[in-house]
C-alpha cells in the first residue's frame, strides 16, 4: 500500500538543533514527574494515617511541589517540547530567530522555576498553586511564576512565528493538522494566561512586596480561575493532537476526517474560556444568573469531545474492517494491541469516559455543592489529567524521544511500555475510585490526615484513605518504570531511525474549508464571548467590592 | 461522488461505542443528581 | 461540512443530553430557588465581631420570615464558632456565616451544605434539615497549617 514517496515522508526527521530544544523540555517535564510523583506518593501515605513526613516537612509544602511540579512544570515542558518537535516536523524546521525564541522562553521558565521552588522548600510559599489569597507567600515565588508564564509566551511566539512563515510561504492551503492545533492551544494559553498574569502582577507581587496593603480577594481568585479551566484544555489538546493526528497514522489508518478535528479545536478556544465560574459556583459575591450562564458554556465546551470521541472509534474500526474485522465489534481485534504507541495512549482515551462524565456532574450548577472541594475532584482530574493526558503524553514520548537522540523503542522497552500502562491503570483505578466515592461521602480534598475531633463519619473514610494510599504506591511503581523507559530511550537505547508518525486524512474526507484559519473570526467570536461572560459580573465585583484583606502567613 | 462513499462506511461498532458513553454519562448524571435531590 | 448519518445522531443525543441536564438544573434553580450558594452581602473582614448577626454566633429562632432558624458561624484559622450547634428535625435553617481572616470552607459532610466562606462577603444557604443525626462541618478550603482540624458539629435532633 504504502508508496515510496510515503515512506520517504515517515522518514521526515526533526531538525536535529530543533530536536536539542524539545529534549531540554521533555528532560525538565520527567524531573519533575519523579519529585512530584514522589510527593503525590507521600501524600497518600500520610493520609493513610500510617506515616508522618520527617524532618519537618509539612504535609501542605509537598502537597504545593506535588500541584505546582506536575500541575504546571511537567504539564508545561512536555506540551512544549511536544509541540515545537511538531511544528518543527510538519512545518519546517525553526528558523534561527524562532529556536532563539524557543530557547529564551525555556530559560525564563526555568529560572522562574528555581525561583518558585526555592521559596516552597523554604517553607516560604505553601499556598499551593492555586495561590489562595490572603494567605501571602514570599514575593520571589509569585515573581518566579511570573517568569513561566512570560517565558512561555516568548517560547510560544516561535512556535507562532513558523505557522505565520509557512501560511506565507503556502497562501490558500490549509496549514499542516498538528501544527494548526498547535496555535489553537498556543492562542488558548496565551489568551487565558493574561488572567493570571493580571492577578499576580496588579494583585499579589504588589501586595506581598509591601506596595499595597491590601488584596481583593475574590477578584483574585476570578482572575485565577479565568486561567484555572482552560489550563486543563492546555493539557489536554496536545493529547487530543496525538489521538487526531498520531494515532491513526500508528495504527495503519487515516485520519477520519480533518474539518471536523479542526472544528472541535476551534471549539475549544471558543468555549473553554468563559468558563472559570464553574470553579467558584459555591462563592458569594457572584449571582447565580452569571454562575449558570457560565455553566451553560462549560457544557458547551463537552460538545466538541463528543465530536472527538465518535471521529477516534471512526478511526479505529474502519481500519479494523479494512483488516478484516467483522460483526459489530470484530474491529476492535484487529487494532495493534502489542505497539505500546497505540495501548497507551489508548487507556488514556477510556480514562476519558468516566472522567468526562465526572466533569459533566461537577459543573452542573447546584449539583457542585455535592463534590465541590470534596477528594471527588481530585479523584476526577486524576483520571483527566493524570490519566487521559499522563498515558498520551508516556505513549507521544516513547517515539518521540527515540526519534529526537537516533534511537529506537526495542521490543522489551514497548512490553515494558505496556506493562507500564497496565500498573497505572490498576493504581489508578484503585486510588480514583476510592477517591470519588469517598467524597460523595464528603472527605475533603487537600487535607492532611484528621479524624476529625473522633468524627463516627470521618472513621468511615480511613479505609478509602488506605486504598488510595495503595493505589498511590502502584502508580508510583508506575512512574519509576516510565522513567526507566525514558532513560533508556535517552541514553541507552540502540542507534537508529524512531518515526515521527504523522496521520494522513481518509480519502473519505471532504477538502478542508479554509475558513479555519481565519483568525479574525475566532479570535473575535472567542473575545467576544469572555466579554459576554464576565464584564458584568466582573464590574460587580469592582462597584461592591468589600475592604480588602490583609496577608496571612498561616502554615 | 463523496456522498456515495460515506455511505459504504460501516460505522455500526462506532455507534454502539458512541452510545454506551453517552448511557454511561446519563446514568452518572441522574445517581448524581438523585444524591442532591435525596440530601439536604 | 458534511458529517456521516450516525455523527450526526451521535450529536442529537450528545446535545440533547447536555440540554436536558442543563433544564433540569436551570429549572429547579430558578424556578423552585434551588441555587447555590450566591448571596451578595458585604462585611468588613476586620470587624466582623461588632457586626451583626456575627456578634451573636449560634442558632436563633425567627418569626416572620421563610425560615425558621437562622444558625450564624464565624470562621477563623482554625475554628469555627460555635463548636457544635443543634437544630430540630424538619426546621427550615439559614445558614450565615464568614471569615474573620483567610478564605474557608464551610461544609456540612453528607449534605448539601458546602460553601465558601471569603473575608469581605457574607455566605448564605437555606436548607430544611429534614434527617435527624449528628453531621461533621469542616473547612474544606487550605486555610493553612491547622486546616484538618477546623471542625463543628451539626446535631439534627428529634
Known amino acids: 500500500m504504502t508508496t515510496i514517496t510515503e515512506k520517504a515522508k515517515d522518514l521526515v526527521k526533526v531538525d536535529k538543533r530543533d530536536g536539542k530544544l524539545a529534549l531540554a523540555h521533555i528532560y525538565v517535564a520527567f524531573i519533575s514527574l519523579f519529585i512530584g510523583g514522589l510527593c503525590g506518593l507521600l501524600q497518600t501515605l500520610v493520609r493513610s494515617g500510617h506515616f508522618t513526613l520527617p524532618w519537618g516537612i509539612g504535609y501542605y509544602q509537598i502537597l504545593t511541589v506535588h500541584g505546582v511540579l506536575l500541575g504546571l512544570i511537567l504539564t508545561t515542558y512536555f506540551i512544549f517540547g511536544f509541540q515545537i518537535a511538531a511544528v518543527s516536523r510538519t512545518a519546517g524546521t ?62 510560544g511566539a516561535g512556535q507562532i512565528l513558523k505557522y505565520i512563515e509557512w501560511r506565507k510561504a503556502n497562501p490558500g492551503k490549509p496549514s499542516p493538522l498538528i501544527t494548526f492545533m498547535v496555535v489553537i492551544n498556543l492562542a488558548l494559553w496565551i ?11 496588579f494583585q499579589l507581587l504588589p501586595w506581598s512586596l509591601g506596595w499595597v496593603d491590601k488584596v481583593d ?53 471558543l468555549f473553554s474560556i468563559p468558563v472559570g465560574f464553574h470553579h467558584q459556583l459555591t462563592e458569594p459575591g457572584i449571582s447565580s444568573f452569571w454562575k449558570f450562564l457560565q455553566v451553560v458554556l462549560t457544557l458547551m465546551v463537552v460538545i466538541p469531545s463528543l465530536l472527538t470521541a465518535f471521529s477516534l472509534f471512526a478511526t479505529f474500526e474502519i481500519r479494523g474492517r479494512m483488516l478484516g474485522g467483522k460483526g459489530i465489534f470484530g474491529w476492535l481485534k484487529k487494532l495493534p494491541w502489542n505497539d505500546a504507541r497505540f495501548v ?43 490519566t487521559s493526558v499522563l498515558l498520551t503524553f508516556f505513549g507521544a514520548a516513547y517515539w518521540l524521544v527515540p526519534h529526537l537522540t537516533g534511537r529506537v523503542l526495542t521490543k522489551e522497552m514497548n512490553r515494558l511500555a505496556i506493562i507500564q500502562a497496565i500498573v497505572w491503570s ?79 486524512v481518509s480519502e473519505h474526507a471532504e477538502k478542508t474549508p479554509m475558513v479555519f484559519e481565519n483568525w479574525k473570526i475566532w479570535l473575535t467570536i ?30 | 461522488m463523496s456522498n456515495k462513499k460515506e ?16 448511557v454511561f454519562i446519563l446514568v452518572t448524571w441522574f445517581m448524581a443528581f438523585y444524591l442532591f435531590i435525596e440530601r439536604f | 461540512m458534511h458529517m456521516h448519518k450516525y455523527e450526526k445522531w451521535w450529536l442529537t443525543f450528545g446535545v440533547g443530553s447536555l440540554v436536558l441536564f442543563l433544564v433540569i438544573v436551570g429549572f429547579s434553580a430558578f424556578h423552585y430557588g434551588s441555587h447555590p450558594p450566591s448571596a451578595k452581602v458585604y462585611i468588613d473582614p476586620e470587624r466582623v465581631d461588632e457586626i451583626a448577626p456575627f456578634n451573636n454566633p ?56 458546602n460553601m465558601m466562606l471569603e473575608p469581605g462577603y457574607v455566605s448564605e444557604f437555606v436548607t430544611t434539615v429534614d434527617k435527624s443525626g449528628e453531621y461533621l462541618i469542616l473547612c474544606n478550603e487550605y486555610c493553612g497549617i491547622g486546616h484538618s482540624t477546623m471542625t463543628s458539629m451539626l446535631k439534627v435532633v428529634e
Not at chain 1, 489568551?191 to 502582577?201: H, M, P, Q
Not at chain 1, 479551566?229 to 493539557?235: G, K
Not at chain 1, 464584564?535 to 462597584?543: A, E, G, L, R, W
Request: glycine content about 10%.
Open chain 1, 217 to 269: 480577594v475574590l477578584i483574585s481568585r476570578t482572575l485565577f480561575w479565568y486561567f484555572g479551566h482552560p489550563l486543563v484544555y492546555f493539557w489536554l489538546l496536545p493529547a487530543y493532537m496525538v489521538w487526531y493526528v498520531v494515532i491513526p497514522k500508528i495504527i495503519g489508518g487515516k485520519i477520519f476526517s480533518d474539518s471536523l478535528a479542526r472544528l472541535s479545536f476551534v471549539l475549544f478556544l
Open chain 1, 344 to 386: 497507551v495512549p489508548f487507556i488514556g482515551m477510556v480514562a476519558f469516559i468516566p472522567a468526562g462524565a465526572g466533569g459533566i456532574i461537577n459543573a452542573s450548577h447546584q449539583m457542585n455543592q455535592v463534590i465541590h472541594n470534596t477528594i471527588w475532584v481530585t479523584g476526577h482530574f486524576h483520571l483527566t489529567v493524570a
Open chain 3, 58 to 113: 449560634g442558632v436563633h429562632k425567627v418569626e416572620g420570615k421563610d425560615w425558621d432558624y437562622e444558625v450564624v458561624f464565624v470562621a477563623s484559622a482554625f475554628y469555627y464558632n460555635p463548636p457544635e450547634i443543634e437544630v430540630p428535625l424538619d426546621a427550615k435553617v439559614k445558614f450565615i456565616a464568614t471569615t474573620k481572616d483567610v478564605v474557608h470552607g464551610f461544609q456540612v459532610a453528607g449534605t448539601n451544605i
Open chain 1, 191 to 201: 489568551i487565558a494566561s493574561l488572567g493570571v498574569a493580571t492577578s499576580v502582577l
Open chain 1, 94 to 155: 525553526l528558523t534561527s530567530k524562532q529556536r532563539l525564541l524557543g530557547w529564551i522562553g525555556f530559560w525564563v521558565m526555568t529560572v522562574g522555576v528555581v525561583m518558585a521552588a526555592t521559596m516552597v522548600l523554604l517553607n516560604e510559599a505553601s499556598v499551593l498553586y492555586t495561590f489562595y489569597a490572603p494567605l501571602q507567600a514570599h514575593w520571589i515565588f509569585y515573581l518566579g511564576l511570573t517568569f513561566v508564564i512570560v517565558g512561555s509566551w516568548i517560547g
Open chain 2, 7 to 22: 455511505k459504504e462506511l460501516n460505522l455500526k461498532g462506532t455507534l454502539y461505542s458512541v452510545g454506551f458513553v453517552g
Open chain 1, 526 to 555: 472567542c473575545i467576544v464571548l469572555i466579554l459576554f461572560a464576565y464584564t458584568v459580573p466582573f464590574i460587580d465585583m469592582i462597584q461592591n467590592a468589600p475592604p480588602g484583606s490583609i496577608g496571612y502567613k498561616f502554615w
Open chain 1, 426 to 504: 490498576v493504581g489508578m483505578s484503585i486510588m480514583s475510585t476510592a477517591m470519588h466515592i469517598v467524597g460523595l461521602f464528603g472527605a475533603p480534598r487537600r487535607s492532611d490526615f484528621s479524624t476529625y475531633g473522633g468524627s463516627a463519619q470521618a472513621a468511615e473514610w480511613i479505609p478509602y484513605q488506605l486504598a488510595q494510599a495503595i493505589g498511590g504506591t502502584i502508580l508510583f511503581i508506575g512512574i519509576i518504570l516510565a522513567l526507566y523507559i525514558i532513560a533508556n530511550l535517552l541514553w541507552f537505547a540502540p542507534k537508529g531511525d524512531e518515526e515521527f508518525p504523522i496521520g494522513e
